[in-house]
């Protein structure tokens, strides 16, 4: 059995050192290689010609990359309040930024190392792979220039969520992904009647659950012939002396740094592991519209649209993946997982407090909650049908006008647009 999902390990760093010390290695050994092994490969640039373009290519692509990665992080700062530090975070640390910020200082470094081959020992020689090598990487740098506006375009407010909704679609097709064939939840009885032999406590500085490691745990939980019960969910931050896990039904203790092992630990939540993060951080977004500083309520309905498809995708998903079997169907590891009213309260609690002064937020809830209804099995109706109440008991409240209270009770998938 696979694990729920992988770690994403950012080091913003490691990709533009590694491009530093290509260059750097390739600046070295090239143009000697091709003297001792081509000596006559001579380009038809004089030496004059050859140094004017790697010096304009030098000092340009340094500049280049001051300015570009100046304002780059200057709107990444812009959005971080304007969306949701967590989330622009996912932007700046893009593999994408890391390779251009490389590339860009690879090209750099590269071409005034190539100076020093040009007219060497007054030979007026200009070494032609080498200096062709340098155009190569400017193509290069200006492929990777392009890619990383297209990048930095995501911080636009509509790309954002529409990002940050794959990131969940994403993680609940994994997650969520064989519930068809599984089999129905054990009996509580089952596994909580065991004695509990063993409890993890966790010791450190706080950090966050960012993956169960299943196959490890089950197979722990095999050979100690027990069931490991998760305490902490995915996206819990693990604090001093906080219990992780229990282990039941074993006559001997597993060893510890064994079953730490089955948790992924990282600094922040990722989204692959957790659905719940994604539906938190366009939440975040829709709610940070919905402030009076900003007062943006068409973003808080394109907020929620994104909303309306993770919660259709998950209503129409078994939720109950919680309990995991050995190959000979034996129950070894039990972890816990949201519920269809824990996604929905999530989804809608927040919007609702902070848009139930707005028409058009209104009216896009109560076109989400009726569409819900009308796709959805019956057996999500009934939380369906209580956020149905609440959103209308919002708008008893909010609006005092009763032509007003009327306008807000009508489902309209734009907010202010057809009426359904």
């Given at each position: 059995?696979r694990?729920l999902?992988?770690?994403?390990?950012n080091?913003?760093?490691?990709?533009?050192?590694?491009?530093?010390?290509?260059?750097?290695?390739?600046?070295?050994?090239?143009?000697?290689?091709?003297?001792?092994?081509?000596?006559?490969?001579?380009?038809?640039?004089?030496?004059?010609?050859?140094?004017?373009?790697?010096?304009?290519?030098?000092?340009?692509?340094?500049?280049?990359?001051?300015?570009?990665?100046?304002?780059?992080?200057?709107?990444?700062?812009?959005?971080?309040?304007?969306?949701?530090p967590?989330?622009?975070?996912?932007?700046?640390?893009?593999?994408?930024?890391?390779?251009?910020?490389?590339?860009?200082?690879?090209?750099?470094?590269?071409?005034?190392?190539?100076?020093?081959?040009?007219?060497?020992?007054?030979?007026?020689?200009?070494?032609?792979?080498?200096?062709?090598?340098?155009?190569?990487?400017?193509?290069?740098?200006?492929?990777?220039?392009?890619?990383?506006?297209?990048?930095?375009?995501?911080?636009?407010?509509?790309?954002?969520?529409?990002?940050?909704?794959?990131?969940?679609?994403?993680?609940?097709?994994?997650?969520?992904?064989?519930?068809?064939?599984?089999?129905?939840?054990?009996?509580?009885?089952?596994?909580?009647?065991?004695?509990?032999?063993?409890?993890?406590?966790?010791?450190?500085?706080?950090?966050?659950?960012?993956?169960?490691?299943?196959?490890?745990?089950?197979?722990?939980?095999?050979?100690?012939?027990?069931?490991?019960?998760?305490?902490?969910?995915?996206g819990?931050?693990?604090?001093?002396?906080?219990?992780?896990?229990?282990?039941?039904?074993?006559?001997?203790?597993?060893?510890?740094?064994?079953?730490?092992?089955g948790?992924?630990?990282?600094e922040?939540?990722?989204?692959?592991?957790?659905?719940?993060?994604?539906?938190?951080?366009?939440?975040?977004?829709?709610?940070?519209?919905?402030?009076?500083?900003?007062?943006?309520?068409?973003?808080?309905?394109?907020?929620?649209?994104?909303i309306?498809?993770?919660?259709?995708?998950?209503?129409?998903?078994?939720?109950?993946?919680?309990?995991?079997?050995?190959?000979?169907?034996?129950?070894?590891?039990?972890?816990?997982?949201?519920?269809?009213?824990?996604?929905?309260?999530?989804?809608?609690?927040?919007?609702?407090?902070?848009?139930?002064?707005?028409?058009?937020?209104?009216?896009?809830?109560?076109?989400?909650?009726?569409?819900?209804?009308?796709?959805?099995?019956?057996?999500?109706?009934?939380?369906?049908?209580?956020?149905?109440?609440?959103?209308?008991?919002?708008?008893?409240?909010?609006?005092?006008?009763?032509?007003?209270?009327?306008?807000?009770?009508?489902?309209?998938?734009?907010?202010?647009?057809?009426?359904?």
């Amino acid at each position: 059995m696979r694990r729920l999902g992988s770690t994403r390990v950012n080091r913003i760093w490691a990709i533009p050192l590694l491009y530093v010390v290509g260059a750097l290695g390739l600046g070295f050994t090239l143009p000697r290689v091709e003297a001792q092994v081509f000596p006559e490969s001579v380009s038809g640039l004089s030496a004059s010609a050859a140094m004017a373009i790697a010096s304009a290519i030098a000092s340009g692509m340094i500049s280049l990359t001051g300015i570009v990665f100046s304002l780059a992080f200057v709107m990444v700062q812009f959005s971080a309040t304007a969306y949701s530090p967590r989330l622009v975070l996912w932007v700046a640390r893009d593999r994408v930024v890391s390779h251009a910020l490389g590339m860009f200082t690879a090209t750099f470094l590269y071409a005034l190392l190539v100076l020093s081959w040009v007219d060497r020992h007054s030979s007026g020689r200009t070494p032609l792979v080498s200096g062709w090598m340098v155009v190569v990487l400017l193509v290069a740098s200006m492929m990777l220039f392009i890619a990383l506006i297209d990048r930095i375009a995501l911080l636009q407010v509509n790309r954002m969520l529409v990002f940050t909704g794959d990131q969940g679609r994403e993680a609940i097709a994994e997650l969520y992904a064989a519930v068809a064939t599984a089999k129905p939840p054990e009996p509580v009885s089952a596994y909580e009647a065991l004695p509990v032999a063993q409890t993890l406590v966790y010791r450190g500085r706080p950090r966050v659950i960012q993956a169960l490691e299943v196959s490890r745990l089950v197979e722990l939980a095999r050979a100690a012939g027990g069931v490991i019960e998760l305490v902490a969910s995915v996206g819990d931050t693990t604090l001093e002396r906080t219990p992780l896990l229990r282990v039941r039904g074993t006559t001997a203790p597993v060893d510890e740094a064994q079953l730490l092992a089955g948790l992924a630990l990282g600094e922040e939540r990722t989204f692959e592991q957790d659905p719940k993060y994604a539906l938190r951080l366009v939440v975040d977004i829709a709610i940070k519209a919905l402030s009076p500083a900003i007062n943006d309520p068409t973003t808080a309905v394109q907020a929620l649209d994104q909303i309306e498809d993770l919660l259709v995708r998950l209503g129409c998903a078994e939720l109950d993946v919680g309990q995991y079997r050995d190959a000979s169907g034996a129950l070894r590891l039990v972890a816990n997982f949201p519920t269809w009213e824990d996604f929905l309260r999530l989804g809608l609690d927040e919007i609702r407090y902070c848009g139930g002064s707005s028409v058009q937020v209104m009216r896009r809830m109560k076109a989400l909650i009726k569409n819900l209804l009308e796709v959805l099995p019956a057996s999500r109706h009934a939380a369906l049908r209580t956020w149905e109440a609440r959103v209308q008991g919002t708008i008893e409240r909010s609006f005092t006008d009763a032509l007003e209270k009327q306008d807000a009770s009508i489902a309209d998938r734009q907010g202010l647009g057809i009426a359904d």
